[in-house]
């Protein structure tokens, strides 16, 4: 594993976040470059004063619920001594406006799952009839409201025949609606296209025309674009819509891939207000490239002294708003999701949004590097070092802008917080290669007695590593392919079929210390030195809780399609009966096995 470099850094950057050639950005200057997590003995208090969970127990069964973005994870726990005849755990769910629903279980006890079922063919048990037969499960309510969520929990147990007769019953409620932490907002799209979720909803029905275009009417596709962009698709929207009605402000924009058709249509009524740094590296400067055709009808709204091109060494790779008035920045869009019907439709992604001119100058200055002297950005002070910013109504926050002459610049940093987690470690990555200490040492995850959960994907498939595994389980594309009808065959095959397009990584999610890195760079060494890209450190319990539910949704979903993909006619997937040899609860007791620390680490 790589190790931390010591060695203390220049000063940098945010001392010349005021000045440009071509525009002056407003920015604070923080009280120190250099950005030091809190130690682990200092407890971090969220920003928020929302609860991040609550806990109830009762006749010795514990039930801890976290709140995500929109979504729920329940952990469950029972006494050991009151595992006996154990079947699982049934969930009632009751929406703020009374409507209660038990969660359904695709696998039940006799209609059971194999590689030859469709998604079409699973049936949902009530859990009360199927009882989930894990010590977590997460809920992510079709539709969203205002207020608690009720949850009633109850350890079902095998009767005589078989038959399920309910134990304690544990009720608890939380608020799980989005909202925005202080000057923060941050928000995932739902990365469900292919699921049963899909198909119930909208019937595989196509996300866009055939033969591919820019400039379609996108109004026969709104609903499923409203849910398949989720949180991050109105974050999107909601941040250009104020570029439109506001006539004062002015937006700078970084993009990679960009056709997504009403984003695209925004962009050119801004006009002149728009200055636009694009990608134009090999693969958007193919014949059919749909960015080619977005850079035509940008220059010729906003002026080709406005829109530029270019790839630093490799990419021009993030994915950036800046809203600016009278030439200062006020409030910056960030994350991982192209501004682009896969990025925002197709692929799992995060999205931030910084209402804070501190914040937003630094992107400005890397906007302005970009836009007068890309070749030289690696030498400009804004990529020499993380940028600190201790402001009131956030979090503690760090940046970092790359391209660095050295990845150990931005990536030290991370590769040192795994090393040192305590307890967890959670992560959802693009792998496309380069390399470096990060990668090694989430590969290396499982040879630690730490919790590690998480996916990376290249254009092999989506690699899954769960608990005490050394080596991932890959979910191929041509897998995801069998199981949706045409015409999404082409949205999952390699290379441009990514579907874990996040990228980031959740240090001891609910310990004393947590820290999320994440921002549009891949956490790859190569990348560090060759693509333009931000970083984002972290410091917030509430963002490390809802970040850590997103892995874990990812890395739930996906491992369910490799575990059905492996199901046979003679060892289908069904829930577990009462004469089973090894009962399934028996490892999550194991004091030796990762699943116990996994059961303990969610409950506690």
């Known amino acids: 594993m790589v190790t931390a470099k010591k060695a203390t850094k220049k000063k940098a950057i945010a001392k010349k976040a005021k000045k440009s050639t071509t525009k002056k950005a407003a920015t604070k200057k923080s009280t120190s470059n250099k950005a030091t997590p809190k130690k682990a003995t200092d407890k971090q208090a969220p920003t928020s004063t929302r609860p991040l969970h609550t806990s109830a127990t009762k006749d010795g069964l514990t039930v801890k619920i976290y709140r995500g973005d929109g979504s729920a994870m329940l952990a469950f726990n029972v006494d050991k001594g009151k595992t006996n005849n154990l079947a699982g755990f049934a969930v009632k769910r009751t929406a703020p406006d009374g409507k209660s629903i038990y969660l359904p279980n695709r696998l039940g006890f006799t209609s059971c799952v194999t590689s030859e079922t469709k998604t079409e063919e699973m049936e949902g048990h009530p859990s009360n009839e199927a009882p989930f037969q894990k010590f977590r499960w997460l809920d992510v309510p079709e539709e969203m409201q205002p207020g608690d969520f009720s949850y009633e929990v109850t350890a079902m147990y095998f009767d005589k025949g078989d038959k399920l007769t309910p134990g304690p019953t544990v009720q608890l409620s939380l608020e799980i609606e989005p909202k925005k932490l202080g000057a923060m907002e941050y928000g995932y799209t739902r990365a469900y296209l292919s699921s049963q979720d899909y198909t119930d909803l909208f019937n595989n029905k196509p996300i866009r025309p055939t033969p591919n275009k820019l400039d379609y009417d996108t109004s026969s596709y709104s609903k499923q674009y409203e849910w398949l962009g989720a949180h991050a698709r109105k974050m999107v929207f909601d941040f250009m819509s104020e570029c439109l009605t506001d006539k004062t402000l002015s937006l700078d924009l970084f993009a990679f891939d960009l056709d997504e058709p009403d984003f695209v249509r925004d962009l050119q009524k801004l006009g002149i207000r728009l200055r636009a740094y694009l990608d134009n590296a090999p693969l958007h400067k193919k014949k059919g490239s749909l960015e080619i055709d977005a850079h035509n009808l940008l220059v010729k709204s906003a002026g080709a002294a406005n829109v530029k091109q ?18 200062k920045a006020v409030k910056v869009l960030t994350g991982s999701a192209n501004f682009s019907v896969r990025g925002l439709y197709v692929q799992a992604n995060n999205i931030l949004v910084f209402d804070d001119p501190t914040i937003a100058g630094l992107y400005e200055t890397a906007f302005n590097e970009a836009f007068t002297n890309a070749p030289k950005f690696s030498s400009s002070d804004i990529a020499k070092d993380w940028n600190d910013v201790n402001v009131a109504g956030l979090p503690k926050l760090s940046f970092c802008f790359s391209p660095h ?14 090393q040192k987690a305590k307890s967890s470690v959670l992560f959802a990555v693009m792998q496309l290669g380069g390399g470096g200490g990060v990668m090694d040492d989430l590969k290396t995850l499982p040879k630690k007695k730490i919790f590690s959960y998480g996916m990376t994907q290249s254009s092999g498939g989506v690699t899954v590593y769960k608990p005490g595994q050394s080596d991932g389980i890959i979910v191929s594309f041509s897998y995801l392919k069998g199981k949706v009808p045409p015409p999404f065959q082409d949205e999952y095959s390699g290379g441009a079929g990514i579907v874990i397009h996040d990228k980031f990584v959740v240090v001891d999610f609910n310990g004393d210390a947590p820290v999320v890195f994440t921002g549009s760079s891949n956490l790859s060494a190569g990348g560090e030195k060759q693509n333009g890209d931000n970083l984002i450190a972290i410091y917030d319990p509430e963002v490390a809780t809802a970040y850590g539910i997103e892995a874990i949704r990812l890395v739930d979903h996906y491992h369910f399609r490799a575990t059905m993909k492996a199901a046979t006619a003679s060892a289908p997937l069904c829930l577990q009966g009462s004469d089973a040899k090894v009962k399934w609860w028996q490892p999550a007791y194991d004091p030796k096995n990762i699943i116990s620390t996994e059961r303990v680490l969610f409950s506690s």
Not at 312 to 320: A, D, E, L, W
Request: proline share 0%; no cysteine.
């Open 310 to 327: 270019g790839h630093f060494q490799r990419f021009s790779h993030s994915k950036v708003m800046i809203q600016t008035r009278n030439g």
């Open 405 to 418: 002459k050295s990845a150990d610049v931005s990536l030290d940093k991370v590769a040192d917080a795994i």
